[in-house]
């Protein structure tokens, strides 16, 4: 399909009064992860005022909407995250929070708004468009992961999505720039449980017992040994223990200890191979030490691997509309987790970061912080990069239908 890069720019233009609004109302009024019944009827309201079709409800107060082009069976899938964190707002923005305890500290609510931005003006493109575009205004990113649910229930579905683009605010970068990163981008990860189990016995007579603490505290040492020792050097993996738990009083050899923490790693092949060694290490600390070891594990967010079609598909779209000084390439991976990440293993799927940072001198504080203060130029980024994104991916797959 035809369009001209300054029409967009121009209709980005006319709504981005509106859109910063939105956003705004949506950081006055944030709802933590799995409880966000208000966010999702603002966002319904909205959805019906331009006309756009959608389903509420999914994976709990997830809103699926899907602008019909002209194929109706294959769409270009759009997710935001629309949940806010347990933060008390200290900033002195008049549109602040207005619930304590409760902050849009990590920008969903400005994911939330460039999305509505965005489906207002595909929508009014909806007859040009080659296939159909479904909006995921997805719920818990925070805590559960609704990525997840929101899959497993269905919205990569009727239409079929084969691609999915996100976005994610990043205070490091000046507002009006995006960063890609092609490949790995964020980790997959893994929480372990680690139960020591010795024999209770008089601290004056520990040779009567098994003490659990020996091996335990052995075990949290050796296990750095595998990265160094086990995973590929040119990998990359953490294992982080994060808490250990034992004992009630100091003459005591306790029966058990306990201690708990995390696996990251760039590839879902490299978090088994790290939960196997973990076991093994635990198990054989364990029998030298005449003590019995339990080891749960509780996969948490996959990898995040960018889809490397859809980089140079939307590396192009943002090129001609931010203009190539405005994007930025960066090859290092974080080993933060996100649940887009499931997009990226279920469909292909491409995140990137919009820029937030201030640009007069003025200090940007991060995502996560009480004084989270991003400069809202960074929606028109969003909505710019996603329309033109969203076109570009239409355009191409299209070829293929
Ligand atoms: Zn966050
Ligand atoms: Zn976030």
């Known amino acids: 399909m035809k369009y001209q890069i300054e029409e967009i720019r121009s209709r980005v233009d006319d709504i981005f009064d509106?859109?910063?609004?939105?956003?705004?109302?949506?950081?006055m009024y944030?709802?933590?992860s799995e409880q966000?019944?208000?966010?999702?009827?603002r966002i319904q309201s909205r959805l019906k005022q331009i006309g756009v079709e959608f389903t509420p409800d999914v994976a709990g107060h997830g809103v699926v909407g899907t602008i019909y082009g002209q194929n109706r069976e294959k769409a270009v899938g759009i997710r935001a995250d629309i949940d806010a964190l347990p933060i008390t707002e200290q900033t002195d923005f008049p549109y602040k929070s207005q619930t304590p305890g409760i902050m849009h500290a990590c920008g969903?609510?400005?994911?939330?708004?460039?999305?509505?931005?965005?489906a207002k003006i595909l929508s009014e493109m909806k007859e040009q468009l080659p296939g159909s575009v479904k909006l995921f205004?997805?719920?818990?990113?925070e805590t559960v992961g609704g990525a997840k649910q929101m899959i497993e229930e269905g919205c990569l579905a009727h239409p079929e999505v084969q691609s999915v683009i996100g976005l994610h605010v990043d205070s490091g970068i000046p507002a009006g720039a995006v960063l890609f990163t092609p490949g790995a981008m964020n980790a997959a990860s893994c929480e372990f449980y680690v139960t020591v189990m010795g024999k209770s016995c008089h601290g004056a007579h520990p040779d009567e017992g098994i003490d659990p603490l020996i091996p335990a505290c052995n075990m949290v040492t050796a296990l750095q040994s595998i990265i160094t020792r086990r995973l590929d050097p040119a990998d990359t993996g953490l294992?982080?223990?994060?808490?250990?738990?034992s004992g009630t009083k100091n003459n005591v050899i306790p029966g058990e200890t306990k201690f708990s923490g995390i696996i990251r790693t760039l590839n879902l092949e490299n978090r088994e191979k790290l939960k196997e060694e973990i076991k093994r290490i635990c198990h054989g600390i364990a029998v030298a030490h005449g003590a019995t070891v339990d080891v749960e594990f509780f996969d948490s967010y996959p990898s995040l691997e960018n889809d490397d079609q859809l980089y140079q598909w939307m590396q192009v779209a943002a090129e001609k509309a931010l203009g190539s000084e405005n994007i930025v390439v960066q090859s290092k991976p974080s080993l933060g987790a996100d649940d887009f990440s499931y997009f990226c293993?279920?469909?292909?799927?491409?995140y990137y970061m919009i820029g937030t940072g201030l640009t007069d001198g003025r200090e940007s504080f991060s995502i996560h912080s009480e004084f989270f203060n991003p400069d809202e130029e960074c929606i028109r980024t969003g909505i710019l990069t996603e329309v033109v994104g969203a076109l570009k991916i239409l355009e191409e797959e299209s070829k293929t239908w």
């Open 18 to 27: 509106e859109v910063v609004e939105f956003r705004r109302e949506l950081h």
């Open 345 to 350: 293993h279920e469909s292909r799927g491409l």
């Open 36 to 41: 966000e019944c208000e966010t999702a009827k």
């Open 239 to 245: 294992i982080t223990v994060g808490q250990f738990h």
């Open 108 to 118: 969903h609510d400005i994911h939330t708004a460039i999305l509505y931005g965005t």
């Open 30 to 32: 944030p709802e933590l």
């Open 137 to 141: 205004f997805q719920p818990s990113e």
